[in-house]
């Protein structure tokens, strides 16, 4: 009977040890799985880094070629207060000089 007894408690204890077990096991899985979602929250960061480092080189990319729009802009207004210098510089030329050729020719 005492063998009987103490084969009974040794059972329990094994069955006990085997839930402590089967616990830490579960206790590990939970460890584990919250890694992962700490992992993945890592990762969902470092992902929203990346986005908001190419939207920040989009803007740049933007803000570069409104620059280069600027500057073609103001080209554009240099030649074409150039030209219209040079034409009214010719117009200006061209009339004095046939209003005194006509002037004179009217004189003569």
Do not use: A, D, S
């Not at 890694?35 to 992902?47: G, V």
Request: glycine share 0%; hydrophobic share 80%; aromatic share 12%.
């Amino acid at each position: 009977m005492l063998l009987l007894l103490l084969l009974l408690l040794l059972l329990l204890l094994l069955l006990l040890l085997l839930l402590l077990l089967l616990l830490l096991l579960l206790l590990l899985l939970l460890l584990l799985l919250l890694l992962l979602l700490l992992l993945l929250l890592l990762l969902l960061l470092l992902l929203l880094q990346l986005l908001l480092l190419l939207l920040l080189l989009l803007l740049l990319l933007l803000l570069l070629l409104l620059l280069l729009l600027l500057v073609l802009l103001l080209i554009l207004l240099l030649l074409l207060l150039l030209l219209l210098y040079y034409y009214y510089y010719y117009y200006y030329y061209y009339y004095t000089t046939t209003t005194t050729t006509t002037t004179l020719l009217l004189l003569y």
